[in-house]
């Protein structure tokens, strides 16, 4: 018997979908892209490109699935790491467990990796509390170009994961920069998940695994928006806070995060700890009055904007939002 073919399409789809380890995103994904008129090569380039997968690995699915076009952009990235160039070079390298400010200049990438290597001997041993959940954790190395008569300018940038794998990629020209995709941690795709849903997300290596509360989910298969899926999460000061899903808000430093959370979200179906007892709580209200979770994130973005405009106002007391206490807001709503 003849196997039946799959569409052109669906083939590229089912290729980027592999990089999707939730089942749930990934079968909910399929039904979005097969059943929409979203276009698969547009979608499939952001999944593959924003995947933390190595850059390499990337390349190879690019073709496989024709995206030639980025798989050359995404093989000019790693080729430009040994790259001779013809004006002065320097590249620095910023370690995630030392302060963004702080960088090393060395004189090439293979000077950056071995300075890495000598200094992470004793990584996995390592339980000293690494800086790398408040400034993002990658280690990234920059090349700067200085042109005869002119001032330097950043030329490309690389991240890497443990393994010293690079990730992701940021191309500049005179100072222009260029992002290979969309901005990694913001991916705009719809997601299955319901309010009142306790999702477990994992944005490793550049971040710890944190269950969040999904408030709402006004995505359609026909509008889809980032803003609307929104959550409610406890955040690094142990108090309530709430964000947009889509955009890893439930992190410390979203903007420094780069894996997004829809690659590995799923319901967390295990025994919240002791610490996270309250999201079982407020889940379960959720389940039972639809419309609280828009009261919920209102009433928390607002207790935010107090602090934040008595900031601009001047306030003497200086203050700064840590987030909600949790008696507030079950005295707030009953919980």
């Not at 990730?167 to 020209?173: I, M």
């Not at 959370?261 to 919240?272: I, M």
Request: one cysteine or more.
């Amino acid at each position: 018997m003849k196997k039946p073919t799959i569409d052109t399409g669906e083939s590229v789809i089912l290729k980027a979908l592999e990089l999707i380890e939730s089942d749930e995103m990934r079968t909910h994904l399929f039904k979005w892209l097969t059943s929409t008129d979203a276009n698969p090569n547009e979608i499939c380039k952001d999944i593959i490109l924003n995947a933390p997968v190595p850059l390499e690995k990337k390349v190879q699915m690019l073709n496989e699935v024709n995206l030639h076009k980025y798989a050359r952009e995404a093989t000019d990235a790693l080729n430009e790491r040994y790259k001779k160039n013809h004006y002065e070079t320097i590249y620095r390298l910023f370690m995630y467990d030392q302060p963004k400010e702080t960088c090393k200049i060395v004189n090439s990438y293979a000077d950056a990796i071995d300075y890495i290597n000598r200094t992470r001997l004793n990584l996995a041993t390592d339980n000293r509390e690494f800086a790398n959940h408040k400034y993002g954790r990658t280690d990234i190395i920059e090349k700067w170009i200085a042109p005869k008569g002119r001032s330097e300018y950043l030329h490309l940038s690389w991240f890497l994961d443990d393994d010293r794998n690079v990730l992701y990629f940021n191309f500049s020209s005179n100072n222009s920069i260029w992002l290979p995709s969309t901005t990694p941690g913001r991916l705009n795709f719809t997601v299955p998940f319901k309010p009142g849903d306790i999702v477990a997300t994992d944005c490793r290596p550049f971040a710890s695994e944190k269950n969040v509360v999904i408030l709402e989910n006004d995505d359609t298969f026909a509008s889809v928006d980032g803003n609307n899926v929104t959550c409610l999460f406890i955040n690094g000061n142990k108090q309530i806070d709430v964000g947009y899903f889509k955009f890893n808000e439930f992190l410390a430093i979203p903007a420094n995060t780069y894996v997004s959370s829809l690659y590995r979200a799923r319901v967390f179906r295990e025994t919240l700890s002791k610490d996270e007892a309250i999201l079982g709580v407020i889940s379960d209200a959720i389940k039972k009055n639809a419309k609280l979770g828009n009261a919920l994130f209102m009433f928390l973005v607002s207790q935010r904007n107090l602090v934040i405009t008595a900031q601009y106002e001047g306030d003497p007391g200086n203050r700064a939002y840590f987030g909600t206490d949790w008696e507030l807001l079950q005295s707030k709503f009953e919980l």
